[in-house]
């Protein structure tokens, strides 16, 4: 396989793949395969109160989840694609400045078996959590259901 992406890396192939990665102007300051974080200014992202969007807060999260599990399965497995399957959002206050979110595997974290299953059937599912802060603290949470599917599992 190919070396899983840097930062800088995947926050190129975002703004190109995902054009509202780069209108949001989301960066990714952190990705390993523990944590991805990504960060975002106020100013495209503002509503009409002044404070983040909240779809803006949402996306933010989804895509962090969905970079922690495209770095993942970079190393490991070919020609896979990663899709949103469902998910949840909640807000636990309003956010007037740069906010970030902070994606990791759902516990228990169970890699081994989702990659068997990826393997033998062509696709699997897995839990991502993503925790959205600012400089006030916590911000929101998000739980996202993703699947992956190999070329195989998306003829099925």
């Not at 840097?6 to 990705?31: C, D, F, G, K, T």
């Not at 996306?59 to 469902?86: G, I, K």
Request: proline residues 6%.
């Amino acid at each position: 396989m190919v070396a899983a992406p840097s930062p800088a890396e995947l926050e190129r192939y975002l703004h190109a793949h995902i054009p509202l990665s780069r209108a949001m102007q989301i960066s990714v300051l952190e990705l390993s395969a523990e944590q991805a974080l990504l960060s975002a200014p106020l100013a495209p992202n503002v509503n009409h109160l002044g404070t983040v969007f909240g779809g803006s807060a949402c996306a933010l999260a989804t895509l962090a989840a969905w970079s922690l599990l495209h770095y993942r399965l970079h190393e490991c497995v070919a020609d896979v694609s990663v899709v949103l399957r469902r998910h949840s959002m909640s807000y636990e206050r309003p956010v007037a400045g740069i906010f970030r979110a902070c994606a990791v595997l759902a516990p228990p974290a169970p890699w081994p078996r989702f990659l068997r299953t990826l393997e033998r059937h062509g696709k699997a599912r897995i839990a991502v959590l993503a925790r959205l802060t600012c400089e006030q603290g916590e911000a929101g949470a998000f739980s996202g259901e993703f699947v992956a599917l190999t070329q195989a599992g998306a003829r099925s």
